[in-house]
């Protein structure tokens, strides 16, 4: 039973984890790292080949512009993965120094909602259902400009993008504290993204960046009340220590995303309807290696969420017996997965150690050969 539920799990990764990144300060070039889309996707393919569970990829535009999407979506299939998510980006562009679909110059408003549109084309030429949206704009200074005015420019271009919406399509708005707005931030928090969206409808809905909260925040009870609503759209699953540091989901606190998984199954929100994507980047690991640890992270956190005794739970909860609960909870935490993780991959004809697997395929050394010259993908520091 709970291998039926884990062998069905879909996690996405991101097609810029595969690409250079880095902080403000250096971004370190790697070997073989990806020149083009249709690399990203070769090696999200192979994170896919060892894992079982990570059969999409979502796409980042411009970072990922192509001359034919319908060819990049063949391109794979041929590899046995998808397209998933499209994530729009309107934050690096000189017009959005001010902002985008916020800013006070209409002009630049348009040339936003321009891209968030063209967002939503890609999505009918490579048959991708979700469009992520997120937005860095806010300001740096108070005064600068019209919180509210901004607020009504924001509804006005999620109008419009709604609209464009087909037939089973839809956007996910995400949050973010800050950065790079410092003062002002125009989707700052869950309850910010919920009320645009609630007022939009059904297409709308939120998605939680793991890494996009103050520190200390309990995103779990954001989670539950999300799922709740009916507006829990999915995850941007990385993790952090600092800010949105954007390291290996389950790396800095494995326990936190236990409870998140916990009120994920626990809500009604393990399905489909759920996206469970990765928001990473791997500064100084190797990515391919750090995307396959980062979804048997998720899996790891997901098996022990599947064992708790919701019975034992349920009446624990129910005598008040503080202790009981919380051992209940802690009893399935505790539970070392790995060998039911490594047993459910045998049986779906995949190697135990996916990332064992993955160092002796002989794919790193033939990419760090092949991919000489050109231009790494990357988006620059
Ligand atoms: C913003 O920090 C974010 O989490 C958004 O999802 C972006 O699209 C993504 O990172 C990629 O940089
Ligand atoms: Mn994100």
Redesign the pocket.
Known sequence: MIKDLLRKQRIET?S?AYGNSGTRFKVFAQQGVPRDPYEKIADAAQVHRFTGVAPTVAL?IPWDKVSSYADLARHAAELGVGIGAI???V?QDDDYKLGSVTHPDPAVRAKALAHLLECVDIMDETGSDTL?L?F?DGTNYPGQDDIRARQDRLAEALSAVYERLGEGQRFLL?Y?LF?PAFYVTDVPDWGTAYAHCMRLGPKAEV?V?T??HAPGTNIEFIVAFLLREGKLGGF?F?SRFYA?D?LMVGAADPFQLFRIMFEVIGGGGYTERTAFML?Q?HNIEPKIPGQIRSVMNVQEATAKALLVDRDALAAAQREGDVLGANAVLMDAYNTDVRPLLAELREEMGLAPDPMAAYAGSGYFEKIAADRVGGNQAG?GA
């Open positions: 991101p810029w980042h994530n729009s980006n934050f992520k997120w860095s995400e973010k950065e998605v960046d890494g996009h941007d990385n949105d954007d928001d980047c988006w």
